[in-house]
């Protein structure tokens, strides 16, 4: 059963950092693309980052260049979501989401997301 | 970055019917579009891809269409596990966008 568990979200102050972590199971994780998907509260769905293949290309929104940056350990089946610089407008829930099949990002697997609060 | 834009924003139906929910993108994409429902509090999950692929273990009530830059998800019977948000996302290019989600709320 594939199964995708985020971590790391909390209350963070204007200008702060945070990493996030998503630990994956139940597929061979290194042959996938995976992406950082976020929903700020009572809003829709916005995408994050993502890597495009299973390989070392990555994407960043607009919103988020330059202060985010996406990893991946292979050997510890996590992806990371390392944020710098928060703003009041990165307060979200973080969901991590798998590619149904590589080479094209559509989702079919999202873990339960975490949230992070960016307040003083 | 390509637009996407859903209509409408909120749906009032009731058990039985047949719903539509539209999805325009601003250039043309296409196939390359997916259909998520999503529930209060909880995680979206994949109902079509490429227009129009039913995903594995979605009811057959659920259908896509369309290319180009007009897309429709209908749900031919509505059920009541179907009241919750469905977004469209495209998938061609980077940026990837979702439509601003579609509401279907109970009459």
């Known amino acids: 059963e594939v199964q995708l568990v985020e971590s790391g979200g909390g209350l963070v102050q204007p200008g702060g950092s945070l990493r996030l972590s998503c630990v994956a199971s139940?597929?061979?994780?290194?042959?996938?693309?995976m992406s950082w998907v976020r929903q700020a509260p009572g809003k829709g769905l916005e995408w994050v980052s993502g890597?495009?293949?299973?390989?070392?290309?990555?994407r960043y929104a607009d919103s988020v260049k330059g202060r985010f940056t996406i990893s991946r350990d292979n050997s510890k089946n996590t992806l990371y979501l390392q944020m710098h610089s928060l703003r009041d407008e990165d307060t979200a829930v973080y969901y991590c989401a798998k590619v149904r099949e590589t080479g094209y990002s559509n989702f079919d697997y999202w873990g339960h997301g975490t949230l992070v609060t960016v307040s003083s | 970055d390509i637009q996407m834009t859903q209509s409408p924003s909120t749906l009032s139906a009731s058990i039985g019917d047949r719903v539509t929910i539209t999805c325009r993108a601003s250039q043309s994409i296409s196939s390359w579009l997916a259909w998520y429902q999503q529930k209060p509090g909880k995680a979206p999950k994949l109902l079509i891809y490429k227009a129009s692929s039913l995903e594995s273990g979605v009811p057959s009530r659920f259908s896509g269409s369309g290319s180009g830059t007009e897309f429709t998800l209908t749900i031919s019977s509505l059920q009541p596990d179907d009241f919750a948000t469905y977004y469209c996302q495209q998938y061609l290019s980077y940026s990837l966008t979702f439509g601003g989600g579609t509401k279907v709320e109970i009459k």
């Open positions: 890597f495009t293949t299973a390989g070392d290309t990555t």
């Open positions: 139940g597929f061979t994780f290194s042959n996938y693309a």
